[in-house]
């Protein structure tokens, strides 16, 4: 069986989805009764792969929001992801994905060394942060969609906003690899590991925000943001894709302006209706069959039997296992998501 554990986007999306799904007792309650909302298991899921093969799922709502890190609530935004995790070992699960900000925290706030919660010692195999079959969907997503709107990689500038993250570092490493893109401009707060993935990729322009913007023909949005930001449009060349895969969303506004592009990043569409709810509340455009590519990371591992933690850490995704789980992704009916 596999796991998915997912979070809302902000306290009001969480009032209205409890309403939704039947928690009225959830739905009137503020950020404090939030943070002391156990774990749940919300979702039954059953996915068919085209090979034919049948495999189940639970998704566990961690109960955890962005507005716990933005109000300095982080022991509870801890306990939240440490506890969904110890809920979903009690119930069996065997590869569970850390969806949207569960990875991030247990990485940022270095949850390794809390394995033991009650009587439950976390066994973090049990556990994958999917992020390198998110990682591979945006660099699909970044190599078809630009060919759809006729922007040639190997004159194409591509700005990576999060460049030194996990899901970043990965982009970087594929595109460089992988393709003939003319120029990578890397973006992110920290000028040390910007400097060290300059060193590794051995190219890349270190940018600011603004200045890269209007340089970049494509953009992509993986910075771990609570909430999204605006951005000036009519600063944008034309045309210019912009691939947002951050959950919440990087962009703050669903954007329409000539020649811009905005693509929903690192969501993958399945080839057969999937058999649950929970993608409805996320509000996915065909929630039968689109859904996050962390969460189709452990669908993957459960067809595949690969019962591992096989994206783990931070900053250690290489081209080829992103290869890997792409084929799985192929194999089992997925595709990225495009324009
Ligand atoms: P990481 O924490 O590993 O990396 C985040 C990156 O963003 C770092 O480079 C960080 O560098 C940068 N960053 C953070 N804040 C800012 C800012 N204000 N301005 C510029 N750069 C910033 O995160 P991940 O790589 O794990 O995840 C990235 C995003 O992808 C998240 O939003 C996450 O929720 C989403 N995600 C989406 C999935 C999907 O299936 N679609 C799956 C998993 C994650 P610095 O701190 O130096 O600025």
Redesign the pocket.
Known sequence: MFGLIGHLTSLEHAQSVARELGYPEYADQGIDFWCSAPPQIVDNITVTSITGQKIEGRYVESCFLPEMLATRRIKAATRKILNAMAHAQKNGINIT?????S??IF??FNLEQFREIRNIKLEFERFT???T???Y??CRQVEQASQQLGIELSKATVAI??????????VCRWLDAKTDVKELLL?????E??INLQAELGRGKIMN?ADALPEADIIV?????PKG?EIDLSTLRQPCLLID????K?LATRMQYPGINVLN???VEHSLDIDWRIMNIVNMDVPARQ???????SMLLEFEKLYTNFSWG??QITVEKMEQIGQASVKHGFRPLLV
């Open positions: 994905a850390l969806g949207g900000f990875s991030i990485e940022n942060t999917g992020n079959h998110t990682a969907v945006i906003c999060g460049a030194t993250g996990d899901i970043g570092s990965a973006i992110a707060r920290n000028h590991r910007l925000l949005w993986v910075a771990s943001m930001m895969g951050g959950y919440p990087n990043g690192g969501i859904l996050f590519a962390c969460f189709a990371e931070r900053n």
